[in-house]
C-alpha cells in the first residue's frame, strides 16, 4: 500500500514536529524531577538539555542533505523511529551517563524529523514556503503547549514521569509505519545536490550570518524552553504548578505569534519579520531577568510571542535566498540552532551552578543582543536580494 494524498502526508508531518515540541517540554517540565530520580545537580543536569540539542544539531545538517539526495519521508521514517525509541528508554534507569546517551538519541531523532519534515512542506508547497513553514512550526507550539500540562499534571499527581516519555515513544512508532507507506508528490529534489555544492553554500557571506543569527537568537530560545520552569521555581519563587501554567501560556502564545506570522508572511517580507521579533525578543528577556515576581513571569510568557516567527522565517528567507540547495540550506540552518541551543544550555547551567540562576539567565540575554545586532546590519541586503528574487516575472509586452 502507498499513501500519495497531500493532506494525509502533511497532517502526518505537522504531527511530528508537534510531537518532538512535546518531547522538549516534557524534559524541561520534568527537569526537577528527572534530577532527583537521577541524584544530580543543575549543571549535570543542564548536560541532558545540551547533548539532546547536540543530537538534534548533528542530524540536521545530515538530514538536510539526505533530504536532497533521497525521499524525504524516508528520513522522518528514521527519526520518527530513533525519537520514539529514545522516548521509551529515558528514565528507565537511574544512571547518569545512561540517560545522557539516551536524550542523545532523541536530539538524532528529532533533528532528522526537523530537516526532513522542513524540506518535505517545502517541497510540497514550493510557492508557499513562509506561510507552510510557520504554520508547520506552529504545530511545534501546540506540541510544546501540550506537554507541559500533561508531564506538570503526572507529577502534581504524584504519577510516574516516565509513563509521559512511554506514551510519546509509541506514537512516534506509529508515525514512523505511516511514513514507510509514504509517497509524496513533490518531494523529490530537482537535481541532486553535490557535496560541491554545500561547500560553496557555507563560504557564502550572507548564509554564514544567517547561520550565526540562528545559533545565537534560536539558541536563547530553546534554552529558555528547557529552563523556563526550573528559573521561575528557583529564582522567582514560584511553584512548579505556576511555573509549568507560565510555560503553557509561553507556548500558547507562541502558537498565536506563528498563526500570525504565517498571515503576515504572505504581506510582509521575512526580514522585516525577524527584525522585528527580534527587538521584541530581546527587550522581553531582559525585562524577565531584571524583574521581580509576577513582572518576570509575564515578560516571560510575553517572549513566546516575541520569538515565535523568528525560526519559521529564517527558514522561509534562507529558503529563498538559497533555493538551489534547499534540503542542505535549511539542515544546516537547524543544525545551528541546535548547537546554538547547545551551547547556551551549557554555559547557563555551568554559571547558574556556580553563581545563580538569576545570573544564568543573562546568557540568554547577550546571545539575543548580539543576534539583533548582526542582522540589523545586514538587513538592507536581506530586504533587498528577498523582494528580488520574490518579484513575479514581468510578462513581455
Known amino acids: 500500500m502507498v499513501i500519495q494524498n497531500r493532506t494525509l502526508i502533511t497532517t502526518a508531518t505537522f504531527t511530528s514536529l508537534s510531537l518532538v515540541g512535546m518531547s522538549y517540554t516534557f524534559l524541561g517540565t520534568s527537569l526537577p524531577s528527572v534530577r532527583s530520580f537521577i541524584g544530580t545537580d543543575i549543571e549535570r543536569a543542564s548536560m541532558l538539555t ?38 521509551l528508554l529515558f528514565g ?11 536524550t542523545t538519541c532523541m536530539g538524532i531523532g528529532t533533528g532528522l524529523v526537523q530537516s526532513g519534515s522542513n524540506a518535505l512542506l517545502v517541497g510540497l508547497y514550493p510557492d508557499r514556503k513562509g506561510a507552510i513553514l510557520n504554520l508547520h512550526h506552529t504545530l511545534f507550539a501546540v506540541g510544546s503547549l501540550i506537554g507541559p500540562l500533561i508531564m506538570g499534571n503526572l507529577i502534581t499527581h504524584q504519577i510516574r514521569w516516565q509513563l509521559g516519555f512511554g506514551a510519546l ?7 514512523s509505519l505511516f511514513f ?3 509517497r509524496g508528490g513533490g518531494t523529490e529534489s530537482s537535481s541532486k545536490t553535490s557535496l560541491a555544492q554545500v561547500r560553496d553554500l557555507l563560504r557564502e557571506r550572507d548564509f554564514i550570518v544567517l547561520l550565526l543569527v540562528c545559533f545565537l537568537a534560536i539558541g536563547a530560545q530553546f534554552a529558555l524552553l528547557f529552563f523556563a520552569v526550573t528559573f521561575l521555581k528557583e529564582a522567582k519563587g514560584f511553584s512548579i504548578g505556576v511555573a509549568s501554567i507560565c510555560l503553557s501560556v509561553y507556548l500558547i502564545l507562541l502558537g498565536v505569534g506563528r498563526l500570525t506570522c504565517s498571515w503576515l508572511s504572505l504581506r510582509l517580507r ?10 521584541f525578543f530581546l527587550i522581553t528577556l531582559i525585562v524577565t531577568w531584571r524583574g521581580e515576581g509576577w513582572v ?3 515578560a516571560l510568557t510575553l517572549s513566546g510571542l516575541a520569538c515565535s516567527g523568528i525560526f519559521p522565517s529564517l527558514l522561509a528567507l534562507t529558503g529563498t535566498l538559497f533555493y538551489k540547495v534547499t534540503g542542505s540550506a535549511l539542515g544546516i540552518l537547524a543544525m545551528m540552532s541546535g548547537l546554538g541551543g547547545m551551547s547556551v544550555c551549557w554555559v547557563t547551567g555551568l554559571i547558574s551552578q556556580r553563581t545563580t540562576l538569576t545570573v544564568g539567565f ?28 520574490r518579484e513575479p516575472p514581468r510578462n513581455p509586452s
Open 270 to 279: 521575512s526580514s522585516t519579520i525577524i527584525l522585528t521579533l527580534l527587538v
Open 362 to 389: 543573562v546568557t540568554f540575554a547577550i546571545s539575543s543582543l548580539i543576534s539583533l545586532v548582526l542582522f540589523g546590519l545586514f538587513y538592507p541586503r536581506f530586504l533587498r536580494e528577498e523582494k528580488k528574487l
Open 92 to 102: 528507565l534507569w537511574p544512571g547518569y551517563l545512561f540517560n545522557l546517551l539516551v
Open 169 to 175: 515513544g509509541l506514537v512516534f512508532w506509529s508515525l
Open 180 to 182: 514507510s507507506f509514504a
Open 296 to 298: 518576570a513571569a509575564v
Open 50 to 87: 545540551a547533548f539532546l540539542q547536540l543530537g538534534f544539531a548533528i542530524t540536521n545538517i545530515a538530514g538536510g542533505i539526505l533530504s536532497d539526495r533521497m525521499d524525504r519521508e524516508r528520513v522522518l521514517l528514521s527519526g520518527c523511529f530513533c525519537t520514539g525509541s529514545a522516548a
